[in-house]
């Protein structure tokens, strides 16, 4: 093999390396792409929608309630889940004839919540039931609570189990749009 052959191989072989290495630094620390699988976060979400994830802003600010955050399923940390933050640490919450009541105030912002029902299920999700979220963890919902698994069954998130906040739908083309708390 000539020597200029080799020199090519070796430019377009450490080209190769060095766009491996940033692009495992990108999606590890700044930014993740996510497939929405289920209905659970309709309307601002569909199944199939592809979005992108700051993985990096929450190491600078504490999650804001309304986020939509993504975070390893506290029962399978294996999967990724989706959902909106509805009440952080020391925040109690409760579910009451279909609205939600945070500190004992009605959310009623709709950068928070959409006008849904929100029904009671699930252990902490309960009629009657008002709850304190745990230290360093955080209490969410899907946008569709008819078909949602999230907080009201398995509980509270922890913040290590936190991977970053939704900002854009990149995927299908006609959904495509920035992400905003007021869906």
Known sequence: MNEKIRHEIREWGESILIAFILAMIIRTFVVQAF???????????TEGDRILVNRFIYRFKEPATGDII??????DVKKDFVKRLIAKSGETVEIREGGIYVNDK????????RETYYYNRGDYGKAGQKFKVP?????????????????????????KN??????????????IRVITNDK
């Open 106 to 113: 009605r959310v009623n912002e709709p950068h928070v919540i």
């Open 70 to 75: 993504v975070f390893k399923y506290p029962e």
């Open 35 to 45: 497939k929405i699988p289920s209905g659970s976060m309709k309307p601002t979400f």
């Open 135 to 159: 230290s360093d963890s955080y209490y969410v919902l899907g946008d569709n609570s008819a078909s949602s698994r999230d907080s009201r069954y398995w509980g509270f998130v922890p913040r």
């Open 162 to 175: 936190l991977l970053g906040r939704a900002f854009l739908i990149y995927w299908p083309i006609n959904r």
